[in-house]
């Protein structure tokens, strides 16, 4: 249900798990599960879902921000008790679920930030390995524990975090299932910053606003070239590369940017 407050520009998207706040352009998709620490069943997976491809075909929504409700938990992870019950079959289909939506993540034309307040375990830090940025609080904790129950990762992890930290660091993350801390997170490069608590969504909101400023065409286009890039040769990362960067000079957005830095103003993208 779609709830319009035009006195602050402000649209709220009200799920059963999953609230969604936009305003100036940016999009706060918050969890809403606090008394299970925002842990994520097939349910919460689906709305998830529906509120990013929602936030990604919303031409006023230009940055998405990911967080969890509460001061304890981004992700806890996986629902547990649920997975618990599962045979192999629904075990399969639990995992395409998951994976859908962190592909859906990565592959967004607008950026994603994780605004990680606590917790980010097992599917939890998947989902921040999703997003194109990482924010955490400095009492977040991160791991992937699933080999604690005789588990691997199955949203994406073993794929996302070698890419991001290197393969030996990966490893020893995924095999130990051991807690890494905020600090160290920001030292293997698993988070862009660490920000006291109360400052997290502020920090987010500030990166966000950085990103709104520009043109939303070169966003789109730098973020294909990044993600198809990095599975692709150096050669053809390039070329991509090219071809993007020549295909914009048709479009508007362009043509506005250059006029604005001859006529030393702020372009007018959006």
């Known amino acids: 249900m779609l709830f319009y407050l035009a006195r602050h520009f402000v649209i709220e998207l009200m799920m059963n798990f999953i609230k969604t706040h936009i305003q100036s352009n940016i999009a706060t998709i ?20 529906q509120s990013f491809i929602s936030c990604m075909k919303d031409t006023k929504v230009g940055v998405i921000i990911l967080t969890g409700h509460g001061d304890k938990a981004f992700i806890a992870g996986a629902d547990i008790k649920s997975m618990s019950l599962m045979k192999s079959s629904d075990a399969l289909n639990f995992s395409r679920l998951g ?10 034309p607008k950026p994603v ?11 939890g830090c998947e989902v921040s390995l999703a997003c194109h940025i990482r924010i955490a609080s400095d009492n977040a904790k991160f791991s992937q524990p699933e080999v604690h129950l005789g588990l691997i990762p199955g949203w994406g992890g073993t794929q996302r975090l070698p890419r991001l930290v290197g393969k030996g660091k990966a490893i020893e993350i995924i095999t130990s299932g051991e807690m890494i801390s ?28 950085a990103i709104i400023k520009n043109g939303p065409k070169a966003i789109r286009a730098s973020l294909e070239c990044i993600n198809k890039g990095m599975e692709m040769s150096l050669t053809d990362g390039l070329d991509l590369e090219v071809q993007l960067f020549s295909k914009l000079f048709n479009e508007e957005e362009t043509t506005e940017g250059f006029a604005a830095f001859a006529d030393k103003r702020k372009p007018k993208f959006r």
């Open 30 to 49: 918050i969890i809403d599960r606090e008394n299970s620490l925002n842990a994520l069943n097939s349910d919460v997976i689906m709305e998830l879902n």
């Open 182 to 209: 905020a600090d160290e997170a920001l030292r293997i490069g698993l988070v862009n910053h660490v920000v006291p608590p109360a400052e997290l969504l502020n920090r987010s909101n500030q990166i966000a606003r």
């Open 113 to 123: 930030i994780a605004a990680v307040n606590g917790y980010a375990l097992g599917g």
């Open 99 to 108: 994976q859908e939506l962190t592909c859906n993540i990565e592959e967004s």
